[in-house]
């Protein structure tokens, strides 16, 4: 079985993770730029942490068999701190670059004027630098801000093909497949969106346009709820080909759409550096 | 740029890319901000592969991009450290390897570029290292920062024929600081890269002084196998400059 996650920050998990995700199947992921758990303060945290998603991290990733992309954005949240707005400036630069396959994620988080501004301006971008976005929807007043999201969406003129719209449940993932956009479910191990209820939403509204992730990051998550979701739609009825059309086939189509996706098969192999520098520690 | 190399490109390049090229480099003579979306897209649209001379078809291409900026002086050494700034290690092998260039055309560029170099020498990416030691940094580097540089290839086992202007500046001091060094190893037992025999033979009497010969009588077996492989490598070599 072959599996891509759509949405993994693995800039916060260990090797032991990388290691268990290789065994389970995980060839390939995407990494969102996001926030942190603890709010920046100025830009130039933002492009170091740009940089060690283009960078160190998908050196990591590959030392275990793993390829690794990214999206890059400013996210909703510190959209709203004056001091991180100007990030929007230096995007571009970073939207150039051959391993960012998305803008994203970008959204909604309390549907503020600033957050407004940021994710107009993104869907611009997106738009001339040819690139998917990846939005995310708002944990709270899930519905209302999802409705907003999409009419934003239409207005910037962006293809809905070009949009994964992500995070979405039994309650808003009617209003997604209607826009035409792509559709993601973020399983999490108590909240979101567990194997199970995945598995009905898939027998009900079909696995085209769908596209399941783990979205584990510092929090309480699993990297492996990708694989785990897999084996839940096998034990619900579907053949090997609907699962490698969830797990593999529809990210890849997805993200393909930038045209720099060119994935080639990795061998785990802890000998190489970057800049010089391993994971590996001393006395090896 | 080295005519081989620009030759090189142009056989290189397929019809798209060399289409997208010609129009990069009008794009980024006319608008001010083009070359920083423009620069880092270059590897997938002019190919990635090996050119001549340790280049890459994406180097030259940089670099070509680069000579077409309208920047002058101050101004181009800021827009080219951004580039760098934000650049991955691909892009700033491709700014490194512009300096002398830039420079040749624009003599008010001097050495601006010299904060790129020495990044570069501090780091630990043998790739940028070598791309550092051009014939850029062979003309401003300063005496201590040369030979501190030499030293580091050394260390960092890049082949020494990657280091520009040797032949002028290698002096007694480097021959010295190298044959320290290959006393340092021989002391551990181990073995010396060959190209530093030419700078310290160059020299007389560096060798002796180091008290590498000494180790040829001691105690220890493997310092004594060690400095007999050293000494019979010293006597083969031809003095650097003596070829």
Redesign the interface.
């Known amino acids: 079985m072959r599996i891509f996650d759509p949405h993994i920050h693995m800039t916060s998990r260990t090797t032991d993770d990388y290691e268990a995700m290789y065994a389970a199947g995980v060839r390939a992921v995407v990494e969102p730029s996001f926030w942190l758990g603890q709010p920046r303060t100025s830009v130039d945290s933002f492009t170091d942490y740009f940089d060690a998603l283009l960078g160190w991290e998908p050196y990591r990733a590959a030392q275990f068999g793993i390829q690794h992309r990214c999206t890059i954005a400013l996210n909703p949240k510190e959209a709203n701190d004056p001091r991180c707005a100007a990030v929007l400036d230096v995007l571009p630069r970073y939207l150039a670059k051959d391993r960012v396959v998305a803008v994203g994620e970008i959204g909604y988080d309390s549907m503020t004027p600033e957050e407004d501004e940021a994710l107009a301006r993104q869907l611009a971008l997106a738009v001339e630098f040819e690139l998917p976005v990846l939005v995310h929807t708002p944990h709270r007043d899930k519905a209302v801000g999802t409705r907003r999201t999409l009419d934003v969406v239409r207005e910037s003129g962006i293809p809905p093909e070009r949009v994964l719209v992500d995070h979405l449940n039994e309650l808003t993932v009617g209003l997604v497949a209607d826009s035409g956009c792509w559709m993601g479910f973020s399983v999490y191990p108590d909240t979101k969106m567990s194997e199970d209820r995945m598995v009905r939403i898939l027998q009900e509204h079909g696995t085209g346009r769908k596209l399941v992730n783990s979205a584990a990051d510092w929090g309480r998550s699993d990297p492996l709820k990708t694989r785990k979701t897999a084996d839940a739609m096998l034990a619900g009825g579907f053949d090997d080909d609907a699962v490698d059309e969830v797990m593999w086939r529809n990210p890849v189509a997805f993200y393909g759409q930038s045209g720099r996706l060119d994935l080639e098969e990795v061998k785990p192999d802890d000998t190489a550096l970057f800049a010089g520098n391993s994971i590996r520690r001393g006395g090896e | 740029m080295d005519p081989h190399i620009r030759a090189a490109l142009d056989r290189q390049l397929t019809g798209d890319a060399r289409r997208w090229l010609v129009d990069a480099v009008v794009r980024v003579s006319q608008d001010l901000t083009a070359v920083?979306?423009?620069?880092?897209?270059v590897?997938?649209r002019c190919g990635r592969g090996p050119l001549a001379a340790g280049w890459t078809v994406a180097d030259a291409a940089r670099v070509r991009l680069l000579a077409a900026l309208p920047l002058r002086g101050a101004e181009l050494a800021e827009e080219i450290t951004a580039l760098h700034r934000?650049g991955?290690?691909a892009e700033q092998r491709a700014v490194l390897r512009s300096l002398a260039l830039l420079e040749d055309a624009d003599p008010s560029f001097a050495g601006l570029g010299l904060p790129l170099v020495r990044e570069a020498l501090r780091?630990?990416?043998?790739d940028?290292i070598a791309a550092a030691l051009g014939p850029y940094a062979a003309r401003h580097l300063d005496q201590d920062g040369y030979r501190q540089a030499v030293l580091k290839c050394v260390f960092?086992e890049i082949p020494l024929d990657r280091v520009a202007g040797l032949d002028e500046r290698a002096d007694r001091e480097l021959a010295r600081m190298l044959a320290d060094f290959a006393h340092e190893r021989v002391a551990a037992g181990r073995d010396i890269p060959a190209d530093v025999w030419p700078i310290v033979r160059a020299h007389a009497g560096v060798l002796e002084a180091s008290g590498l010969p000494a180790e040829a009588d001691s105690p220890v077996p493997d310092r004594r196998a060690a400095a007999v492989r050293a000494l019979t490598a010293y006597s083969a070599t031809a003095p650097a400059g003596a070829s």
Do not use: I, Q, S
């Open positions: 920083r979306t423009v620069f880092p897209a590897g997938r934000y991955e290690p780091g630990n990416d043998t940028l960092c």
